[in-house]
């Protein structure tokens, strides 16, 4: 059984930065797609950014193209969300998941079997 932990959200104004962690223990996900998902207050859970196992293709949503970069680093077993540029919009708490096997890349929530708690990011204007 894998557990995922998100660390680094926290209170940043507009414009500024904030570097989103995912910690994944229990077994080695380096043959996993990994994702960033967030839920806005009083939305649905959305896709935000994708990298496949390998760590050499991603895939971003377009309100964030730009602004935020997902990276991974198999040999510790982490993935990162590096998030600049921060908007009031972007507040919201942000998953790390998993993916089921044979996923490469996707954006549907469906595909990921694994989730952590969440972090809050919070972007005051």
């Known amino acids: 059984q894998v557990r995922l932990v998100e660390s680094g959200g926290g209170l940043v104004q507009t414009g500024g930065s904030l570097t989103l962690s995912c910690t994944a223990s229990g077994r080695t996900l380096d043959d996993r797609a990994m994702a960033w998902f967030r839920r806005a207050p009083g939305k649905e859970r959305t896709f935000v950014a994708v990298i496949n196992p390998g760590g050499d293709r991603t895939d971003i949503r377009d309100s964030v193209t730009g602004r935020f970069t997902i990276s991974r680093d198999n040999a510790k077993n982490t993935m990162t969300l590096q998030m600049n540029s921060l908007k009031p919009e972007d507040a919201a708490i942000y998953y790390c998941?998993?993916?089921?096997?044979?996923?490469?890349?996707?954006?549907?929530?469906?595909?990921?079997?694994?989730w952590g708690q969440g972090t809050q990011v919070t972007v005051s204007s």
């Open positions: 998941a998993s993916g089921r096997p044979t996923v490469v890349l996707s954006r549907s929530s469906v595909d990921f079997d694994s």
